[in-house]
């Protein structure tokens, strides 16, 4: 409503605006009091065990003690400092780009390397810090744009933030908060391809080709015209849903001999959450860039960052990117401290097997095509459970009743007929049992409700 307007709404009664509301959350009206390792406490002091671990920011767990350690003496010896050049920032950059670079030869070996390379003969990578998920999600798409300027291809199912920008490139917020108005949104900066799903009509492998197929098409009208491909290893924030690796990698194989650059948005699902350092690489894929956040600032401060070759990375001029709080020495410390626990406590492998537990677990009391993921992410697919009728009502029932036996589970997918299980990756294998008796019992109690 403009100001001044005659026929100006009375204002809202409330001090928190309508558009903020979670009303599709089942947790919505929770007060959280405070946090330690995989538990949440609310405010009348009942205590859950926290699967959704802030869609990964948390997969350290709430206050993990080295991390907090880390901030105090780092914020006692100076948080921010101007132009943001420290030592802590140094040894930050350089320690990213020497992990992924020998990431990158440990997973893909040094001759798939050579022959993916697009800018260099051997690893050598630079690294761009950013504050949030989308503003690092902007610097590479700025970065690809000085490169290559056109169109960005993107999955219908992507996430890739709610920023002005990234809003364009996110599934629900794509026509909607600007598109319309502002004549965003359409074909000349975003063009969609679909990310496979299987249902009872069409089978995964008929979905991978039909995605691809349209993507060739896309690439055969004009593929001049199109300046990246941006893709989440697996659809985080839009339902958990998985793809196979030989469909990324036939994807990306086409999308760099039409000379597209290619980003991987590891910003959920990424730093252990699938796979080692990065989703792409265990999937058997190379971007040309790698997009992290969440996880990176250890579930304490908003850290993030654009990991790619050098002389791509140098393509973006000097001033054409800033932001006051990026690599502020207290969010380098936190960052590097975090980087350091993934790989010293081998995290993400252990945590990899007690999903694999988790979910033969389920598979035992569920119709078990209805329980999928990849690495430390686990999935029901509710549609598949109970039909597509049900879901939407049955998992929105599920979560409840997890809840109420101390478990907190994320609902999600564009149907609300997906449950993502997605505890911090410090869980421990009795909490991870006691995880597992609960949804078991969750869904006997879901069972009962339907057979009454
Ligand atoms: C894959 C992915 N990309 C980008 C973002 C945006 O990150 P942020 O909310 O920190 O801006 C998210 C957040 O959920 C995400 O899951």
């Known amino acids: ?165 990234s809003s364009l490139l996110s599934d629900t917020a794509r026509s909607g908060v600007i598109g319309p108005h502002a004549g965003l949104g359409n074909a000349n900066i975003v063009r969609t391809i679909p990310f496979p799903r299987e249902s009872g009509q069409v089978s995964m492998e008929e979905a991978c080709e039909s995605s691809l197929k349209e993507f060739q098409r896309m690439l055969e009208r004009d593929s001049a015209s199109l300046s990246m491909l941006i893709l989440e290893p697996a659809i985080g924030a839009r339902g958990y849903y998985f793809a196979p690796n030989r469909f990324y990698q036939r994807l990306v194989g086409m999308a760099r001999a039409a000379g597209l650059l290619v980003v991987s948005d590891e910003i959920q699902m990424g730093l252990g959450r699938l796979a080692g350092l990065s989703g792409a690489l265990g999937a058997g894929w190379l971007p040309d860039m790698f997009v992290y956040g969440k996880s990176l600032g250890g579930g304490l401060l908003p850290v993030s960052a654009v990991v790619g070759d050098s002389n791509l990375m140098n393509q973006l001029g000097a001033g054409l990117e800033s932001e006051t709080f990026a690599a502020q020495p207290l969010a380098c410390a936190v960052a590097m401290r975090s980087l350091e626990l993934l790989q010293s406590e081998e995290l993400a492998d252990r945590s990899r097997d007690l999903h694999t537990e988790l979910r033969t677990g389920l598979s035992e009391v569920m119709p078990a095509s209805c329980v999928v993921g990849c690495g430390s992410a686990t999935a029901i697919d509710f549609a598949v459970a109970v039909g597509s009728q049900n879901a939407r009502e049955l998992a929105w029932r599920w979560v409840v009743a997890a809840r109420e036996l101390g478990v907190l589970l994320h609902l999600t997918g564009p149907m609300r007929d997906r449950v993502a299980i997605i505890p911090p990756l410090v869980i421990q294998p009795w909490e991870m049992n006691e995880v597992r008796a609960a949804l078991v019992q969750a869904w006997e109690v879901v069972q009962r409700g339907v057979s009454d």
């Open 1 to 165: 409503m403009r100001r001044g307007s005659s026929s100006a709404a009375p204002a809202p009664a409330s001090w928190r605006p309508g558009g903020m509301s979670r009303a599709h959350d089942p947790h919505e009206g929770i007060v959280w009091a405070r946090g330690a390792g995989p538990f949440l406490w609310d405010a009348s002091g009942r205590r859950y065990l926290d699967c959704i671990s802030g869609y990964s920011a948390n997969n350290f767990g709430h206050g993990h003690p080295e991390l907090v350690r880390t901030m105090q003496e780092q914020a006692s010896k100076g948080a921010h400092v101007p132009g943001a050049e420290s030592h802590i920032r140094r040894e930050l950059e350089q320690h990213l780009a020497s992990l992924l670079s020998k990431e990158v030869l440990k997973t893909l070996g040094w001759e798939a390397w050579k022959e993916l390379g697009a800018f260099a003969e051997s690893p050598d990578y630079a690294v761009w810090l950013s504050t949030t998920g989308a503003r690092a999600i902007e610097v590479a798409w700025k970065i690809a744009y000085a490169c290559r300027p056109g169109v960005v291809v993107c999955f219908d199912l992507g996430y890739h933030g709610r920023s002005l920008a």
